[in-house]
């Protein structure tokens, strides 16, 4: 059964900052993995998917990996803003024709002006 | 940019009677899901659904839960007989393909009292 863990649960960083977080999975027989953002009371915006065969994705001041053999993937924010406070959600796809995506249990950030 | 939308974005209901809770997916998109949050928990897979039949379901979305999609453009989610643990947030989603990415809706957030 996969499992999915994030770490740091939580984390408070000034603004400017540059910072990492991690999400790492212990089946690393996985089709994709998706970076998600959802802020409070609402839905899940999704930021970056990286397929299996891939190392990494950008898209902006985003940057997520993704070392499928060890089970690891990293979102690094590069000059973190108070607009970046939100938790981070990583998922990921087994491979073998399931739809099912599990989740991780999600990294609180706040970014303080 | 499209977007998955969901009505209602709060329901009360007393324990014992049926909901539907409706979202209207990207519009071509093929793969449609249903997610669940219970407050403080993971994000829950539910069920996916592709060409009008399930594909796969989790061990929560047992005969208490049905989905539906009756017109070219609506999805649903039916719970008969609510219990006060089916409180939670509500997600739809859909993507194009198995394999793109998610996109998600805001949410139901339903409270069975």
């Known amino acids: 059964k996969q499992e999915v863990t994030q770490i740091p649960a939580a984390l408070s960083v000034p603004e400017g900052e540059n910072l990492v977080l991690n999400c790492s999975f212990t089946?690393?027989?996985?089709?994709?993995l998706q970076w998600f953002r959802q802020d409070p009371g609402k839905g899940l915006t999704s930021l970056l998917l990286?397929?299996?065969?891939?190392r990494e994705q950008t898209s902006g001041r985003l940057n997520a990996s993704l070392d499928k053999s060890s089970g690891r993937s990293t979102l690094y924010i590069a000059a973190s803003q108070p607009g970046d406070s939100a938790t981070y959600l990583c998922?990921?796809?087994?491979?073998?024709?399931?739809?099912?995506?599990?989740f991780g249990t999600g990294t609180k950030l706040q970014v303080i002006p | 940019e499209p977007e998955v939308t969901q009505t209602p974005s709060h329901q009360v209901t007393q324990m014992g009677q049926e909901v539907i809770l409706r979202c209207v997916p990207i519009?071509?998109?093929?793969?449609f899901y249903w997610y669940r949050q219970i407050l403080g928990q993971k994000v829950e897979f539910l069920v996916s659904?592709?060409?009008?039949?399930?594909?796969?379901k989790s061990e929560i979305f047992d005969d208490q839960f049905s989905v539906e999609r009756p017109d070219g453009s609506n999805f649903t989610l039916k719970i008969r007989s609510t219990k006060l643990e089916d409180s939670a947030m509500y997600f739809c989603?859909?993507?194009?393909?198995?394999?793109?990415?998610?996109?998600f809706g805001s949410g139901t957030q339903l409270s069975v009292l």
């Open positions: 998922a990921v796809k087994r491979i073998g024709g399931y739809q099912k995506v599990t």
């Open positions: 990286i397929q299996s065969s891939q």
């Open positions: 519009s071509n998109h093929l793969y």
């Open positions: 659904f592709y060409n009008n039949e399930i594909s796969e």
């Open positions: 089946d690393s027989a996985i089709y994709n």
């Open positions: 989603a859909s993507s194009g393909t198995s394999q793109e990415k998610l996109f």
